[in-house]
């Protein structure tokens, strides 16, 4: 919900530690997931967590190691308030342009959390935000203190997964540019943790809003090596 305090612009949302987290469908997906990859892991670490995540010490970490975030303005157990970032999400912003550079960005971002020990989970291109050509990451809740290389294929496979569905060229472009970001700093060799893709053709399923570009795309050979 978009509101205005004292005269700025902001997002109000609900804390999801009241959206019972256990229902939702990515700590499903991503019990399933381990368990069909065999790659057993201990549950997600939600409830005060998520608060926690969320709140302003998380969030000045974060930009300590090079990853905005919306400021935030109050913060509660039932509610979130953060500055409106007017860019809008994007996977708005790259449905309506030709700017796929900018998702360079996400793949840094993306990276830095990862060499940190981290991981984000929710890493859908819609918990990311444009403004001025820059990223902001929001929906800060199921960041996990623990990185292992199916968690780190689960931050990737889910990023690509939730722009699969748009046109096909577009998508070889955005997912060039996301591995551009993400393996910049290593020189020799492209490799990414290798159950992402098998991660993103899953999660896709789940994601996507249009199955005739998804179809396309799911059956054009990735250049992911
Ligand atoms: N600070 C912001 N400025 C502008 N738009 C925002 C902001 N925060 C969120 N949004 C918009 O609202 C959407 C949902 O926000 P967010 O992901 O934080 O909520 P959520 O309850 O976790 O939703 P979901 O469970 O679907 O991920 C985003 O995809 C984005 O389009
Ligand atoms: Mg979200």
């Given amino acids: 919900?978009?509101?205005?305090?004292?005269?700025?612009?902001?997002?109000?949302?609900?804390?999801?530690?009241?959206?019972?987290?256990?229902?939702?469908?990515?700590?499903f997906m991503f019990t399933f997931m381990s368990f069909i990859l065999l790659h057993p892991c201990s549950p997600l670490k939600t409830g005060k967590f998520i608060l926690l995540n969320e709140g302003f010490s998380s969030r000045s970490e974060l930009e300590k190691i090079g990853i905005p975030t919306p400021k935030l303005i109050k913060i509660d157990q039932e509610t979130i308030v953060e500055e409106?970032?007017?860019g809008g999400d994007l996977y708005a912003y790259l449905k309506n342009s030709d700017d796929?550079?900018?998702?360079?960005?996400?793949?840094?971002?993306?990276?830095?959390?990862?060499?940190?020990?981290?991981?984000?989970?929710?890493?859908?291109?819609?918990?990311?935000?444009v403004r001025n050509s820059e990223i902001y990451r929001t929906d800060l809740g199921l960041i996990q203190n623990k990185a292992t290389e199916f968690m780190k294929s689960l931050d990737i496979g889910i990023f690509l997964a939730s722009l699969l569905d748009l046109e096909s060229t577009k998508y070889k472009k955005i997912e060039e540019e996301?591995?551009?970001?993400?393996?910049?700093?290593?020189?020799?060799?492209?490799?990414?943790?290798?159950?992402?893709?098998?991660?993103?053709?899953?999660?896709?399923?789940?994601?996507?809003?249009?199955?005739?570009?998804?179809?396309?795309?799911?059956?054009s050979k990735s250049d992911i090596q």
């Fill in 1 to 27: 919900m978009i509101s205005n305090i004292e005269g700025q612009k902001v997002v109000i949302k609900r804390n999801k530690t009241v959206k019972n987290i256990h229902e939702h469908l990515l700590v």
């Fill in 178 to 219: 996301f591995l551009e970001g993400y393996t910049r700093k290593i020189k020799s060799s492209r490799s990414i943790p290798y159950l992402s893709i098998i991660i993103r053709n899953i999660a896709s399923l789940v994601l996507a809003a249009n199955h005739k570009n998804l179809a396309k795309n799911l059956l």
């Fill in 100 to 129: 796929f550079g900018i998702v360079q960005q996400v793949g840094s971002i993306t990276r830095t959390l990862h060499d940190s020990g981290a991981c984000f989970i929710d890493n859908k291109a819609q918990n990311y935000l």
């Fill in 84 to 86: 409106y970032v007017e």
